[in-house]
């Protein structure tokens, strides 16, 4: 009796130190980084060009835009020249410019990213159908059913126009080319085939070719070729021609315009919340409370200890870092 209560002690104690949490613990310190301004509320929603604050404020990249102030029931999808993209959950969407409704039309499920230019808006829906909208005729020249999506990232890529073309992003791991002018699909490209949290989280292209990513994979699609990169992803950027990929475990992968590997720097058990790339630095923000700041080709990396966890709401400026209602302005 007493063998096996001793063996039961022992199982237990492996099963607790097997399931025990594992941080992010630097063993030095460059210094502290602290909040150094606030906002005049908390973030509640966050979009792939701004965020919308609890009084109805707006942040775009560029930090807060002046006199604009939603109501309760909109959120803010982004700013583009002097139009502005108000979505809410009913599917209402409105675009406005000098303060005049310009467009206004209900999708019946919200709209949760979009693009504009010019005339031409594009657009992606929470129940995963994408739209090409004539802003100045009104004419939706696309409307295009992706197909079921499950359990949704909170992450979700904007569309991208490239010459004659506009690209969308979907929910359930492909993006969709279509004609700029007509709305016709030319095609489709699966980027990951996972049945949940299957967003494209990524979408930018950088010269003649397309970049999109998944939580599981990165995709390259050029005129000559099609690569695939297999990652457990947590944020990514195109940066300086290069590739930024922060994963799961950890590591930082920097990948060339063809998906090959040029380096890696790993961050034992870091959890990356955003990344914000200004001039020759790179500034990582990690969730356990951490700010680490290196070069562009992640070579001696400066870990600064923040006054605490990202626990809130939080969004990457170009110049700033925003949690709650407080500031990290980069110098």
């Not at 409307?143 to 690209?167: M, N």
């Not at 200004?278 to 070069?295: Q, V």
């Amino acid at each position: 009796m007493r063998k096996i209560l001793i063996l039961s002690i022992t199982a237990l104690i492996l099963v607790s130190c097997a399931t025990k949490r594992s941080y992010f613990e630097p063993e030095v310190i460059a210094g502290d980084i602290k909040f150094d301004g606030k906002i005049s509320d908390d973030i509640i929603n966050t979009s792939a060009f701004g965020a919308t604050l609890e009084n109805g404020e707006v942040l775009d990249m560029d930090g807060l835009i002046q006199d604009l102030k939603l109501e309760k029931s909109e959120k803010f999808l982004g700013k583009f020249d002097d139009m502005i993209a108000i979505s809410k959950t009913n599917g209402d969407l409105e675009i406005k410019q000098s303060d005049q409704s310009i467009f206004s039309h209900n999708f019946q499920a919200e709209i949760i990213s979009v693009n504009i230019d010019n005339s031409d808006l594009a657009a992606l829906s929470s129940d995963n159908k994408i739209y090409l909208i004539n802003l100045e005729t009104g004419d939706i020249l696309l409307k295009h059913d992706c197909g079921a999506s499950f359990a949704q990232d909170s992450r979700t890529a904007a569309p991208v126009f490239l010459g004659s073309l506009v690209i969308f992003p979907s929910l359930d791991g492909k993006v969709f080319m279509a004609d700029r002018a007509s709305g016709n699909l030319i095609r489709s490209i699966t980027i990951s085939d996972e049945p949940f949290f299957n967003n494209v989280i990524f979408l930018d292209v950088y010269q003649d070719k397309l970049f999109a990513a998944t939580n599981t994979k990165i995709l390259m699609f050029s005129p000559t070729q099609t690569k695939y990169f297999d990652e457990d992803i947590k944020q990514i950027i195109l940066y300086a021609s290069r590739i930024y990929a922060l994963l799961k475990n950890g590591q930082i992968l920097i990948l060339d315009d063809d998906l090959n590997q040029i380096s890696k720097q790993e961050f034992e058990y870091a959890i990356f919340s955003n990344i914000i790339p200004k001039g020759e630095k790179l500034y990582i923000f990690e969730k356990t409370g951490y700010m680490i700041k290196t070069d562009l080709d992640l070579q001696n990396p400066e870990i600064y200890e923040m006054s605490g966890e990202i626990d809130e709401k939080s969004f990457a400026g170009k110049k700033a870092f925003y949690q709650g209602n407080l500031v990290i302005n980069l110098k």
